[in-house]
């Protein structure tokens, strides 16, 4: 097993203890559990930031084009847009959904597919276009999931106000 897998396992691990405690905060609200939770996402942003870097480092280039990385990329704007919400808006139950949709990612990506090299990198025509491309498109993916969880926040709470006044 190489370093990178290694690290992508331990960013596993670390990502299912942040998720098990901003379930134990929106149980319950617990501020000590909110900031750990926030602490290990923190630690799992660190990881996945290593694993891209071993990954640059024996590969030569940045790794993209393989479906494991879009995945791993889509998985990593997760992290990074749940850390500025955390930040920024204070919602724990977004933060936890979007959190299950970037661990779900990154459990499946691991069980799927494999980090591998491929040839498209030499093609050098439209190499930058194509860089372009897939990372615009990834941060199109990041940006629907969150919409998508804002909406569903929304259609749970316009039902349950619904109920209430009639």
Do not use: C, P
């Given at each position: 097993m190489t370093l990178a897998e290694q690290v992508y396992e331990a960013l596993i691990y670390m990502y299912a203890l942040s998720l098990l405690f901003y379930f134990s905060d929106c149980i319950r609200r617990n501020a000590g559990a909110k900031r750990t939770g926030t602490g290990f996402l923190v630690v799992v942003w660190g990881?996945?930031?290593t694993h891209v870097i071993l990954r640059m480092w024996t590969e030569g280039h940045f790794p993209i084009y393989t479906t494991f990385d879009f995945l791993f990329i889509f998985s990593f704007s997760i992290v990074l847009m749940s850390l500025?919400?955390?930040?920024?808006?204070?919602?724990?139950?977004?933060?936890?959904?979007?959190?299950?949709?970037?661990?779900?990612?990154?459990?499946?990506?691991?069980?799927?597919?494999?980090?591998?090299?491929?040839?498209?990198?030499?093609?050098?025509?439209?190499?930058?276009?194509?860089?372009?491309?897939?990372?615009?498109?990834?941060?199109?993916?990041?940006?629907?999931?969150?919409?998508?969880?804002?909406?569903?926040?929304?259609?749970?709470?316009?039902?349950?106000?619904k109920k209430k006044v009639e």
């Open positions: 990881l996945q930031v500025v919400m955390t930040r920024i808006q204070r919602s724990e139950f977004v933060i936890l959904l979007l959190n299950v949709v970037g661990f779900s990612v990154t459990v499946l990506n691991r069980l799927w597919f494999t980090a591998g090299e491929i040839s498209l990198h030499n093609w050098q025509t439209v190499h930058g276009l194509l860089i372009m491309h897939i990372t615009l498109a990834n941060l199109g993916f990041a940006a629907l999931t969150v919409a998508t969880v804002f909406a569903l926040l929304y259609l749970f709470l316009h039902r349950k106000l």
